[in-house]
């Protein structure tokens, strides 16, 4: 291979690891994420994640648990040792504006099923006030079962 060729190959190469690295999610201060989620047995929900720049999170239902990022790629895990579906894993995608994000989620139940959901997120605090009581989801984004009752607001 003629030198200028191994140049041009590194030069790309070095632009491509700028370009992926470029997505990571970096929190200086605690940021609120408008979580939208859907179950694969649960109706559309909605919930705010509060991340935190040492890489936890708290949900505002009483969820929490270790997030992380690299490059474009986001995992967010629940370790609540109260609830039932500790250990809950969300997966996904940061978009390149750093704004939103997506993915899949799952979580084993005590009777050892594992429901799988999807997911997408937005940074920002929107209001989840404005939700009907029948559209109220069975499930939190921890995966644990919610009482029907059970206000899910902020």
Not at 4 to 22: C, E, F, P, Q
Not at 95 to 115: C, K, L, Y
């Amino acid at each position: 291979m003629k030198h200028s060729s191994k140049r041009m190959l590194l030069l790309l190469l070095a632009t491509a690891v700028v370009v992926l690295s470029g997505c990571t999610l970096t929190i200086i201060s605690n940021e609120d994420w408008t979580l939208y989620y859907q179950w694969d047995d649960s109706s559309q929900g909605i919930a705010v994640w509060t991340l935190s720049p040492d890489g936890t999170f708290i949900d505002n239902v009483h969820g929490s648990g270790y997030w992380t990022s690299t490059g474009s790629y986001f995992q967010l895990r629940y370790n609540n040792t109260f609830i039932s579906y500790s250990g809950t894993d969300y997966e996904g995608t940061i978009a390149s504006t750093r704004t939103s994000m997506s993915g899949t989620m799952s979580g084993e139940n005590p009777d050892h099923i594992v429901h799988t959901g999807t997911w997408y997120a937005q940074k920002g605090w929107k209001t989840v006030k404005n939700l009907a009581p029948g559209a109220l989801p069975s499930r939190a984004p921890s995966g644990e079962p919610l009482n029907p009752r059970k206000e899910i607001y902020r």
